[in-house]
């Protein structure tokens, strides 16, 4: 159902349209612990099956949607278990990576939802993001658009409308929104994901400014496709790509694989992560630019307190 928004565009909500349609249940047999090697391939524990991470999206987005009652070809202790009958046995400890998944993109918009008024109040340092956002702007012809995705309350609109470009913004949080509209500065506000946005050379340039550590890995292809897709030839992309220490990456795998939850290694869901973090590799994410066509123009590591943000100015090669 979509619902139409103030400024006359529609809605799309992402649970009606989520790109796990087209995700096959190799993909996800995948995420039983499977580690991930520096080419992007994928080591499945103890079958030590090793697969293309990339052709495996490739593959998926070419089959129709699978039938989640094929147990059969289903690896590790947290598959979902399926009935002679063929129905799903409801879960207990045991659930399936689609469904928690599902559950954590549930909980960050809630959690973004439920913040939204109040999050202003407590800012970050923002400044390598206002020097990116700068560079961006400067790639931009004069009175160029931009899209901003997601958005969240508009923390960069005035920056854009200074240059003298405007702006369009998207959130899948409609709390967030809410708060970016109060700035009457966007020309159009939609209530979208990043993994369902069907822009089409539409926009000289793209900002996704910490929000892409909010992102399942298996929806990065898509979601760059999307943003890469929205850009006009030779437009960038300024993306962020949050870091952390091997070590609480560890701690929360070991933690989310104890209590039998599908994780996969970078994942986190505890500790002020909006209820889901991934913390990709840097050599997956050069596989996911590469795959996409995107190659770094520029690039800085800000290094924060036990944290980091990997800023990349992005374009098509
Ligand atoms: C930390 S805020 C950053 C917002 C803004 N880019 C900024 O820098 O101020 C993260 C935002 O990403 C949004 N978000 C997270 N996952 C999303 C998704 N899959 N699709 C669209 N928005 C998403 C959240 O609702 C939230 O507004």
Do not use: K
Not at 256 to 276: F, K, N, Q, T, W
Not at 278 to 296: C, D, M, T
């Amino acid at each position: 159902m979509s619902q139409v928004l103030s400024d006359g565009s529609q809605s799309r909500p992402w649970h009606a349209q989520s790109q796990w349609s087209q995700c096959s249940q190799e993909q996800l047999a995948d995420a039983d612990g499977g580690r991930r090697t520096l080419a992007g391939n994928v080591v499945v524990g103890s079958i030590g099956r090793s697969c293309s991470f990339a052709s495996m999206m490739a593959r998926a987005s070419r089959q129709p949607p699978a039938s989640w009652a094929c147990d059969a070809e289903l690896r590790g202790p947290w598959r979902s278990v399926t009935r002679p009958s063929g129905r799903h046995r409801m879960r207990d400890s045991i659930v399936d990576r689609r469904t928690w998944l599902e559950e954590r993109r549930a909980a960050v918009q809630a959690a973004y939802d439920a913040e939204a008024s109040t999050y202003a109040d407590d800012p970050y340092p923002v400044e390598v993001q206002h020097r990116f956002v700068a560079r961006l702007l400067d790639t931009c012809p004069p009175g160029g658009i931009v899209l901003d995705a997601p958005c969240g309350t508009g923390l960069y609109f005035p920056l854009v409308a200074a240059s003298g470009r405007s702006v369009v913004g998207i959130d899948q949080s409609a709390g967030m929104l809410e708060q970016a509209r109060a700035r009457s500065i966007a020309v159009s506000l939609q209530h979208v994901g990043l993994q369902e946005l069907a822009f089409d050379r539409e926009f000289d340039a793209v900002m996704t400014v910490d929000a892409m550590e909010n992102v399942f890995p298996e929806d990065w292809p898509v979601v760059l496709g999307n943003l890469h897709r929205a850009l006009r030839p030779g437009g960038h992309l300024y993306l962020t790509v949050e870091e952390t220490g091997e070590a609480a990456i560890a701690d929360a795998f070991a933690a989310l694989s104890a209590r039998g939850l599908p994780a996969v290694r970078g994942e986190v869901i505890e500790g002020d992560v909006a209820g889901y973090h991934f913390y990709p590799g840097r050599e997956q994410v050069f596989g996911w630019l590469e795959a996409e066509g995107l190659r770094i123009a520029e690039e800085e590591t800000e290094a924060l307190d036990g944290w980091a943000y990997w800023h990349l100015l992005l374009r098509s090669r």
